[in-house]
């Protein structure tokens, strides 16, 4: 299948004013028919368009997602190809409330590149993640104000063991925890509590389910993606590795060969449309049916 450069020269000579999208759904149909089951494409191009708000996950990506599952013969399943920096955590918990509702469970998520923080707890709502040697996840702990909720709590219980040990340190100390607001504690217990609560809830309803010790199998991923202490910040990329270690259900992408150039060839189509256009997230299905948000203007 074509790689990065030849996906390129196949967009250049397409002959076509549209010939970005003509290529990427080209590929993206060729993708769903070896699967044999309905393939929605959830990108987003923060790479290419470093900053831009809408490129995050967000509540208005569910019309995307209702557009492009409408008239879906949904007893097929979905493949849902990530590729998010995450975003809103109640965005992703209706996001994952909806799909789950659609396709009663049946989804599997591929990650061609990256599927970080909200987009890694997309992906733990399916029955299998499939990832090859160039796939990341991330962890799932929450951040306010772009610092981790857990590195937050952290430096309070740091404050008090330091100044009960030394009260004369309390100046300095007071200093420090002066830029955080009187109720900033109980929101990060309350955050790390919730991204934790949703991921549980779907690890053992849907990867985990009928399994007999899918509570013991959900709480040790949990342990794993929602913590700040061994993944030390929020960006950590978990290969497809670490990912096994954390105890999800993996699918090995090198195990079908073609499947993986199907996936990675699709991947390129849509680096190359967020490279060469004004493309900042497109949802969009096998048969065409996309809602493209384009930057500085309406979806």
């Known amino acids: 299948m074509p790689n990065w450069n030849e996906v390129l020269t196949e967009i250049q000579n397409c002959g076509r004013t549209n010939a970005l999208d003509f290529v990427r759904r080209h590929h993206l149909k060729e993708f769903s028919d070896y699967r044999g089951r309905n393939t929605i494409a959830y990108y987003s191009g923060w790479l290419q368009k470093s900053g831009n708000a809408k490129s995050s ?3 208005d990506d569910k019309n995307g997602l209702m557009a492009t599952i409408h008239k879906m013969d949904r007893k097929l ?6 590729h998010t920096p995450g975003g809103d955590i109640a965005a992703t918990e209706s996001i994952i409330d909806y799909l789950q509702r659609m396709f009663d469970g049946n989804i599997h998520a591929f990650i061609p590149q990256l599927a970080m923080s909200a987009g890694t707890m997309i992906a733990c709502s399916t029955k299998c993640i499939f990832m090859g040697k160039e796939s990341s996840i991330g962890p799932i702990d929450p951040q306010f104000g772009g610092i981790p909720c857990h590195s937050i709590l952290k430096e309070f219980e ?3 063991t330091a100044i009960k040990k030394d009260p004369a340190s309390l100046p300095a100390w007071q200093s420090i925890l002066s830029k955080y607001h009187p109720t900033l504690l109980g929101e990060c217990k309350k955050a790390i509590d919730l991204s934790s609560e949703i991921v549980l809830k779907q690890l053992e309803s849907v990867m985990f389910a009928g ?9 040790n991923v949990i342990n794993k993606l929602n913590e700040h202490e061994s993944t030390k910040i929020h960006a950590r990329h978990l290969s497809i590795d670490d990912a096994k270690q954390c105890g999800l ?3 090995d992408l090198e195990k079908d060969s073609k499947l993986q150039d199907l996936l990675l060839t699709v991947h390129h189509c849509y680096m190359h449309t967020f490279a060469n256009s004004a493309a900042v997230k497109i949802v969009e299905n096998q048969n065409g049916i996309a809602v493209v948000t384009m930057s500085g203007v309406q979806p």
């Not at 399994?211 to 199998?217: E, H, I, R, T």
């Open 158 to 160: 740091d404050a008090i």
């Open 211 to 219: 399994d007999k010790n899918s509570k013991k199998k959900a709480k």
């Open 77 to 82: 399943g979905l493949d849902l190809i990530l």
């Open 249 to 251: 259900k993996i699918c």
């Open 57 to 59: 996950i967000n509540d």
